[in-house]
């Protein structure tokens, strides 16, 4: 069964650092293009970045340029999302999710409806 599995949320203060992995389990990751969103409480769910299959092309929502770097290893099936420098704007749950198989390996986007597979998400506190 293909499966998502974030993890490395928590509580961290205003300025600190969080990695957030996202792992497939039931099938492997290189096939895909993955997306990181968020949703914060009576928001709704945001694109946050994207990297495509061979890592080559990544593609980061404006307020969050130059703080998190998306990456990935496909051998052993994750991807991440280093953030750095957080504010408690971005606070929020964090899903991973792969592109829709129809646009390809190489198509990154912020737009939820070309995601089909989604992870539980995982909480990110930031406390300023």
């Known amino acids: 069964q293909l499966q998502l599995v974030e993890s490395g949320g928590g509580l961290v203060q205003a300025g600190g650092s969080r990695r957030l992995s996202c792992a497939a389990s039931g099938f492997t990751l290189d096939s895909y293009a993955i997306g990181w969103f968020r949703q914060a409480p009576g928001k709704e769910r945001e694109g946050v970045s994207c990297v495509t299959s061979s890592g080559f092309t990544t593609i980061y929502v404006d307020s969050v340029k130059g703080r998190f770097t998306i990456s990935r290893d496909n051998a052993k099936s994750t991807v991440y999302l280093q953030m750095d420098n957080l504010n408690p704007e971005d606070t929020g749950i964090y899903y991973c999710?792969?592109?829709?198989?129809?646009?390809?390996?190489?198509?990154?986007?912020?737009?939820?409806?070309?995601?089909?597979?989604w992870g539980q998400g995982t909480q990110v506190t930031v406390s300023s």
């Open positions: 999710a792969t592109t829709r198989p129809d646009l390809g390996r190489g198509t990154c986007s912020r737009f939820s409806g070309n995601y089909d597979h």
